[in-house]
């Protein structure tokens, strides 16, 4: 097994729960290099730190495993910490939700959602794609699902020295599963839908609209299959328009309008920008919800971002009806919670609003966040009353 020492006082915050050793962090290697392996760490004191899965394709050169010299890193030791990460869910009892969530669940690089009786997951690093095999049967044996669809098309991929792929891993089933969240019934694409299908995240973000949304004007802005604009219909908005860029998304919207009968939403294929500057939008919005993709995916590309962001907020605070409410949310993860904050703050000063701060909520719990791991506390909320 590969050796790794590092340099001194690098072990501190891993101690604290941080996940991953970099590059320029180790001292040293003593054995063969073995990428996709595990390895042993240890301090510059030559004391023992951790196990970890090793890539010296990465600049994530070790993601780790277990502080527990005495734990072997076998299959069995998947198993238990994948049963580990199903417990939480099963007390959170969704039909659709995230059984793993990587780093986070303490299995760095694999993501599982439970979609019903399916499951979408992605590897994300090379030890776990190693190890594929075993994965899915583990998940095959704690979950009893009908199939298990991989999702591992994201760019991500590419840093650890991986194709991007896709495709069945166990049983053959229709892709477009039908699950249903807050009683409202919905299609995710499991093959081709965003990330492993569709937003899990914001789930207990939707279902606060229950407390707003009543007799409203409601805009979902990049609504994608319309998560926000079926639980605005759902707790008695008027009206609804669902604005997405895609015209797949918004003939998926119709299609799970349709699925629940909500008669009053309406999906507009545009550009979400372009749209918040129409002259016929102004003051016809009693509730807007600003969910964006993420517009930074790394710290070069922030700057750029935060205009982006400032930009739709502004322009939002200008057409809202005075008194409406604005739910803005960020999954940028270098645009911090204070950061976020200021940058709201400063689209209500060009906008030249006044702001009341209602709420400030992020991911659901099937979606952790270690504590000494700040890069995965990604998604932010804020609902403002605007006048």
């Known amino acids: 097994m590969l050796k790794i020492i590092l340099k001194k006082n690098e072990e501190i915050e891993k101690l604290n729960g941080y996940p991953w050793i970099f590059s320029n962090e180790i001292d040293r290697f003593e054995g063969n290099f073995e990428s996709g392996k595990v390895c042993i760490v240890y301090t510059s004191n030559n004391e023992f730190l951790c196990y970890g899965f090793f890539n010296s394709n990465s600049k994530i050169m070790v993601r780790i495993l277990s502080f527990d010299i005495n734990e072997k890193i076998d299959k069995e030791f998947f198993k238990k910490r994948i049963a580990y990460a199903i417990e939480h869910r099963k007390n959170l009892g969704w039909n659709a939700t995230r059984l793993v969530f990587s780093e986070a669940d303490f ?62 891993l166990y049983g053959k089933f229709d892709p477009r599963v039908e699950v249903e969240e807050d009683g409202i019934r919905f299609i995710v694409d499991i093959e081709n839908g965003q990330k492993t299908g569709y937003f899990l995240d914001q789930k207990l973000n939707r279902d606060i609209l229950r407390l707003y949304a009543k007799d409203k004007v409601v805009l979902d802005a990049f609504s994608n299959v319309g998560g926000f604009a079926l639980h605005a219909c759902k707790y008695g908005a008027k009206h609804v328009d669902a604005c997405d860029i895609s015209e797949r998304a918004c003939n998926e919207i119709m299609n799970n309008a349709f699925m629940n009968n909500f008669t009053q939403l309406d999906a507009k294929c545009v550009d979400v920008f372009d749209y918040l500057h129409q002259d016929d ?17 790394n710290k070069d590309s922030l700057k750029k971002a935060y205009k982006g962001y400032k930009e739709i907020n502004m322009q939002a605070m200008k057409i809202i009806k005075s008194g409406g ?18 940058m709201i703050n400063e689209a209500a000063k060009d906008a030249k609003r006044i702001v009341q701060f209602l709420d400030f909520r992020i991911q659901a719990p099937d979606h952790p966040a270690l504590l000494e791991s700040e890069e995965q506390l990604y998604l932010k909320c804020m609902i403002l009353r605007i006048k």
């Open 281 to 297: 939008v102004k003051n016809k919005y009693d509730l807007i919800i600003l969910d964006p993709p993420a517009f930074s995916k």
């Open 325 to 342: 409410y604005l739910f803005t949310f960020s999954c940028s993860q270098h645009m911090t919670p204070n950061l976020f904050m200021q």
């Open 107 to 168: 299995l760095p690089g694999l993501i599982v959602d439970k979609y019903g009786d399916y499951l979408s997951v992605q590897f994300m690093s090379l030890g776990m794609d190693m190890i594929k095999d075993d994965i899915v049967d583990i998940l095959v044996e704690l979950t009893n699902c009908k199939g298990i669809y991989e999702r591992s098309d994201m760019p991500v991929r590419e840093k650890e020295g991986l194709e991007q792929k896709k495709g069945f």
